[in-house]
């Protein structure tokens, strides 16, 4: 069992300087925690300690001038496809094999006019690329506890289910099939949707993980979320994340994980890299991406995120267009 974590160092009591440990490079910053089986044995047990380890984080995240509102939290799991499996049944549709469907999670907005114009939006999205949408489920939450701020910009939380096509074998091919619907959904949502405090989000889309996040403590995730004490939702590793925000204000969807990465800092190159982007988006190509499903594709960050969304974006871009995940961050975090 591997377990990591960022903890919070006191400068009364620690050493002045210890190996590599300087105290005045010390800072507040957001926390990360991971459990892990080496083994990759899947258990409800692995996600109960990771959630442990997040809550034992609290000094890592941060809280507006209410202390039940919070900066964000969240963890990323395996896709726990028994408990899905029995949790689609109820909404009378059978799941086919792991791995032959995806879930997302969106955060739509609260008010149902807008609501049902995004999932509209998404139906149609889904049929032009190909893509069945089998179900939605209603994620159960309990706001209990939750402060006023969160709550005024708390989204309608729903999982959708869509199967892999016949014709695509390969599973990798089929997340980069989700990518572009996921990408041409909320393109043609921003552009043509009445924007509100919400507005709408796919906090993560594949057939591999599942993110629960919110803005929210790290006390609070464990009791928002029902699902995440069931015991039938199980997975091999828990990546969790308590956020400190401080270049963006809090929201649901800046909490983190994000489809990818859980991040602890700020990117002080963020203007440039950004900058260099907007000029190159537009000759990218790739030949496992078709020169439409390019176009559709970009561009790949938008105004409104954080530096941590922003690098997500594009460890999902390069991961996608076929390069191995220890590639990518060569590319992206220059050596020293």
């Known amino acids: 069992m591997l377990r990591l974590g960022m903890t919070k160092n006191n400068h ?3 050493a002045s300087n210890k190996g590599l440990y300087d105290p005045r490079f010390e800072h507040d910053a957001c926390g990360i925690g991971f459990v892990a089986s080496i083994k990759g044995s899947k258990s409800h047990q692995h996600i109960s300690d990771a959630l442990t380890v997040l809550e034992n984080m609290e000094h890592r995240g941060a809280c507006g001038c209410e202390v039940n509102t919070g900066d964000g939290a969240g963890i990323m799991i395996q896709t726990p496809h028994e408990f899905f499996f029995d949790e689609c049944i109820k909404l009378g549709v059978h799941l086919p094999a792991y791995s032959r469907y995806a879930v997302g999670v969106v955060f739509f907005p ?6 049902e114009e995004c999932r509209d939006i998404l139906n149609r999205s889904a049929d032009k690329l190909g893509l069945e949408i089998l179900c939605y489920r209603k994620v159960p939450v309990n706001p209990d506890g939750i402060g006023p701020t969160a ?18 074998k390969n599973p990798d091919e089929f997340e980069r099939k989700l990518f572009v619907l996921k990408k041409y959904a909320t393109h043609t949502i921003l552009n043509t949707v009445k924007k509100d405090a919400i507005g709408f989000y796919i906090a993560s889309l594949s057939y591999k993980t599942v993110v629960y996040k919110g803005q929210l403590t790290s006390m609070q995730l464990r009791q928002y979320y029902p699902d995440l004490s069931n015991k039938r939702v199980v997975s091999a590793f828990g990546l969790v994340h308590s956020r400190f925000a401080t270049n963006t204000f809090p929201s649901w969807r800046l909490a983190q994980p994000f489809r990818y990465i859980a991040h602890n800092g700020e ?15 537009q000759g990218f190509t790739s030949p496992l991406f078709t ?6 594709l970009v561009p790949i960050v938008s105004n409104d995120q954080s530096d941590s969304a922003c690098l997500d974006n594009m460890i999902e871009l390069l991961t996608m267009t076929g390069r ?8 992206l975090i220059p050596e020293a």
């Open 12 to 14: 009364s009591t620690m």
């Open 110 to 115: 609260k008010e149902i006019r807008l609501r």
């Open 151 to 168: 709550l005024s910009v708390e989204p309608e939380i729903e999982q959708v289910f869509i199967a892999c096509p016949d014709h695509i």
């Open 267 to 281: 990117i002080n190159t963020l203007q440039g890299n950004l900058n260099w982007l907007k000029t190159s988006e």
């Open 291 to 296: 020169n439409e499903e390019m176009e559709i």
């Open 324 to 331: 191995s995940l220890p590639h990518v961050m060569m590319m």
